[in-house]
């Protein structure tokens, strides 16, 4: 093609273009993974904060997304340090405010 013809765009070319983009915006594999184990964890931890006679029961809620959150580290990790600093954080308030 001479340099002086500017190259004629088909129509395909911007619908695969919005293709590429479009699937950018939905994610991949791991995404929709990750969306389906956060929805099913979440559903069951407030289930459970519903039947369980608590007085915060909006923590458990909020403690598994925080848990199950996307990140390099493990989740079993991640919940035996928050488990531990629960355990932790109960022991020194009952000293420190208990009887």
Not at 5 to 31: F, H, I, S, Y
Not at 87 to 94: A, Q
Request: positive net charge; aromatic residues 8%; charged residues 20%.
């Amino acid at each position: 093609m001479p340099a002086h013809q500017a190259r004629r765009k088909t129509w395909r070319e911007p619908v695969e273009l919005n293709r590429a983009r479009l699937d950018e915006l939905r994610g991949g594999r791991l995404a929709w993974t990750f969306t389906i184990r956060l929805m099913v964890c979440v559903g069951v931890a407030a289930v459970a904060s519903e039947v369980l006679p608590l007085q915060r029961s909006y923590w458990v809620v909020l403690t598994v997304a925080i848990v199950v959150k996307p990140d390099n580290g493990s989740v079993f990790a991640r919940a035996l340090r928050r488990g531990i600093g629960m355990i932790v954080g109960v022991v020194l308030g009952t000293r420190v405010f208990g009887p």
